[in-house]
C-alpha cells in the first residue's frame, strides 16, 4: 500500500508561481513513476507531468512545457511540481499518482493506481 501527501496548493495571481510536493509513503520502495495530474471543474482529469524513477522518462502536457518543471528526490520518496507564469486556466485540483510496476512509463490514468486527495490551485486574472 502506497499513501500520497500533496502540499502547496493555494490562490495565486496571473504570472505568479507555485510549487506542489507529494510525499510517498508505504510499505514500498520508490514508486518507479510518480506524476501529476489536474481536473479543471466539468473537464476530465488530465496528466500535467509525470516522471519515472531515474528521471530518464519525463513527461509534460503541451499546456504546461516550459512553465511547468517536475523534479522527484528517491531518498525522500518526494515529487515536485514547480509551476510558474500561472495562467487561469491552470485553475484546478492537482493529484499526484504513483505506479510502483516498472512495466512501462505510461501517462494514462489507469496506469496509476495510487492517488493522493488533491489540492487546489486557484489562478486568479
Known amino acids: 500500500q502506497v499513501q500520497l501527501v500533496e502540499s502547496g496548493g493555494g490562490l495565486v495571481q496571473a504570472g505568479g508561481s507555485l510549487r506542489l510536493s507529494c510525499a510517498a509513503s508505504g510499505r514500498t520502495g520508490s514508486p518507479y513513476a510518480m506524476g501529476w495530474f489536474r481536473q479543471a471543474p466539468e473537464k476530465e482529469r488530465e496528466c500535467v507531468a509525470a516522471i519515472s524513477r531515474s528521471g530518464g522518462n519525463i513527461y509534460y502536457a503541451d499546456s504546461v512545457k516550459g512553465r511547468f518543471t517536475i523534479v522527484r528526490d528517491n531518498a525522500k520518496n518526494t515529487v515536485y511540481l514547480q509551476m510558474n507564469s500561472l495562467k487561469p486556466e491552470d485553475t484546478a485540483v492537482y493529484y499526484c499518482?504513483?505506479?510502483?510496476?516498472?512495466?512501462?512509463?505510461?501517462?494514462?490514468?489507469?496506469?496509476?493506481?495510487?492517488w493522493g486527495q488533491g489540492t487546489q490551485v486557484t489562478v486568479s486574472s
Open positions: 499518482a504513483a505506479r510502483l510496476s516498472s512495466a512501462i512509463f505510461t501517462t494514462t490514468l489507469s496506469g496509476y493506481p495510487h
